[in-house]
């Protein structure tokens, strides 16, 4: 199977996973971003094509299930997306330790744009509060989660072509 | 990928932006995109409904074999409260026809419960800035936009913000964004004001824009106002916990302890007929 369908069924598991279990368990109220996640991962893993077709198709599924079609998300994800694979071919992809380090970056940047886009949010946030306590906790667990989900895809699709890029 | 590659793709994403920022902050309706958005929406979430039952079967089951003496001890104490229960509800149906018989003696008017659909919760908002439930009812069940959510003991939830054909979209009554009419219950009060969510706290609601001299107190109940023909009035929304000052002294705003909680909602009632 064409490796790109691979990642868009890939995206619809972790939409699924995002609206329901990682929804519920939530610890000490943070709540992850499994769809930003699964965007940078692919993206540094299969380069800049690949991350902004990911990025536009996870930034569309997730506004469609905020009850909008081309949102915020998608406006973000897809440029993130995109910037995020021109890291491909650049490092040694047996580094587990980039993956976490350039998804925690990208998250921070991510809740932050989504608060500057957001007409409701922009003026009524307390910034540095909502820096401490939601945006950096959230951003850890992302990259927690990229740590477990880059390993599991270098080991499905890329193990063999694994020095510095392709 | 080459220079001359990078080089288009950065248009194509230059483009693609432009296109899809005019979209965005235009607030551009393309009919031909909602009919691609319901599409995929109504193609994702049965399997969202039925990842969501599996998962709340496999824990509740779980739940049940760990925990074999604490539900045999919930058994015996929900038998012991549904005899209580039942004997109150026989003094009700009493209550209930005498008022039926005052009401008729004084002509008023009779009161109608609302028609209510009920559903279950499939799902949650995929953004850490919007609170959403995702419920499993939608305009196949008669679900239409902006009809009031209520959970089962009456309290708001909140109001239909997105219909598909088989479930639907809650905004939640603590999202930013959402905003309702309240008021006072008690009788000697009938103090007004705006209920208004709060970013990432999903236990208490602001009542602002009270009159300064307005009489309400801390454990006062605010029930929806009906003012705005939103909401039907007189749903619950939550209880007083902490009256402030506000605009230098010229109002009051109120801390709003809210009923609904959404760690503990399961299932929702939609109200159809308002």
């Given at each position: 199977m064409n490796r790109n369908i691979i990642f868009?069924?890939?995206?619809?598991?972790?939409?699924?996973?995002?609206?329901?279990?990682?929804?519920?368990?939530?610890?000490y109220d943070i709540k992850p971003d499994i769809i930003l996640v699964l965007v940078i991962v692919i993206s540094i893993l299969d380069g800049p094509k690949t991350g902004l077709l990911i990025g536009i198709i996870g930034g569309l599924l997730q506004d469609i299930f905020l009850g909008e079609f081309i949102s915020?998300?998608?406006?973000?994800?897809?440029?993130?997306?995109?910037?995020?694979?021109?890291?491909?071919?650049?490092?040694?992809?047996?580094?587990?330790?980039?993956?976490?380090?350039?998804?925690?970056?990208?998250?921070?940047?991510?809740?932050?744009?989504?608060?500057?886009?957001?007409e409701?949010?922009?003026?009524?946030?307390?910034?540095?509060?909502?820096?401490?306590?939601?945006?950096?906790?959230?951003?850890?667990?992302?990259?927690?989660?990229?740590?477990?989900?880059?390993?599991?895809?270098?080991?499905?699709?890329?193990?063999?072509?694994?020095?510095?890029?392709? | 990928m080459n220079n001359k590659g990078r080089l288009i793709f950065a248009a194509?994403?230059?483009?693609?932006?432009?296109?899809?920022?005019?979209?965005?902050?235009?607030?551009?309706?393309?009919?031909?995109?909602?009919?691609?958005?319901?599409?995929?929406?109504?193609?994702?979430?049965?399997?969202?409904?039925?990842?969501?039952?599996?998962?709340?079967?496999?824990?509740?089951?779980?739940?049940g074999l760990l925990n074999v003496d604490e539900v045999m001890e919930k058994n015996k104490r929900?038998?012991?409260?549904?005899?209580?229960?039942?004997?109150?509800?026989?003094m009700l149906k009493g209550f209930q026809r005498e008022n039926e018989r005052l009401r008729k003696l004084l002509s008023f008017k009779q009161h109608v419960p609302f028609e209510t659909l009920g559903g279950k919760v499939?799902?949650?908002?995929?953004?850490?800035?919007?609170?959403?439930?995702?419920?499993?009812r939608g305009s196949n069940d008669g679900v239409r936009k902006k009809m009031p959510v209520i959970s089962y003991n009456g309290a708001l939830v909140g109001r239909v913000d997105y219909v598909g054909s088989s479930s639907s979209?809650?905004?939640?009554?603590?999202?930013?964004?959402?905003?309702?009419?309240?008021?006072?219950?008690?009788?000697?009060?009938?103090?007004?004001?705006?209920?208004?969510?709060?970013?990432?706290?999903?236990?208490?609601?602001?009542?602002?824009?009270?009159?300064w001299d307005a009489d309400i107190q801390k454990g006062d109940i605010i029930v929806?106002?009906?003012?705005?023909?939103?909401?039907p009035k007189g749903l619950p929304i939550g209880k007083v916990q902490e009256i402030k000052s506000d605009n230098y002294g010229l109002s009051q705003s109120a801390d709003i302890k809210l009923f609904s909680s959404i760690h503990t909602i399961e299932e929702v009632l939609v109200i159809t007929d308002f």
């Open positions: 868009v069924l890939i995206l619809i598991i972790g939409l699924i996973l995002q609206v329901t279990i990682l929804s519920v368990f939530t610890p915020v998300n998608t406006i973000i994800k897809a440029p993130l997306g995109f910037i995020s694979g021109f890291l491909e071919g650049h490092f040694y992809k047996g580094n587990y330790l980039l993956a976490p380090a350039i998804t925690f970056a990208a998250s921070i940047i991510y809740y932050l744009l989504t608060i500057v886009l957001s409701e949010l922009i003026f009524s946030v307390h910034y540095w509060q909502t820096f401490k306590n939601v945006i950096v906790p959230s951003s850890i667990y992302n990259a927690l989660l990229a740590l477990i989900i880059y390993i599991s895809l270098y080991r499905l699709f890329y193990y063999g072509e694994n020095y510095y890029g392709r | 194509i994403l230059i483009v693609l932006l432009a296109l899809v920022g005019t979209l965005y902050f235009f607030n551009i309706n393309i009919s031909y995109f909602q009919y691609i958005e319901s599409g995929i929406y109504n193609l994702i979430s049965p399997l969202i409904e039925f990842f969501s039952g599996l998962y709340y079967e496999t824990v509740s089951y779980w739940h929900l038998e012991r409260e549904l005899a209580s229960l039942k004997l109150e509800n026989l499939i799902g949650f908002s995929p953004s850490l800035w919007e609170n959403k439930l995702i419920i499993s979209q809650v905004s939640l009554i603590y999202d930013p964004e959402f905003v309702v009419g309240g008021i006072v219950q008690r009788n000697e009060s009938r103090t007004i004001g705006v209920v208004k969510g709060q970013l990432n706290n999903d236990e208490i609601n602001i009542m602002e824009k009270i009159s929806t106002s009906g003012f705005s023909n939103n909401y």
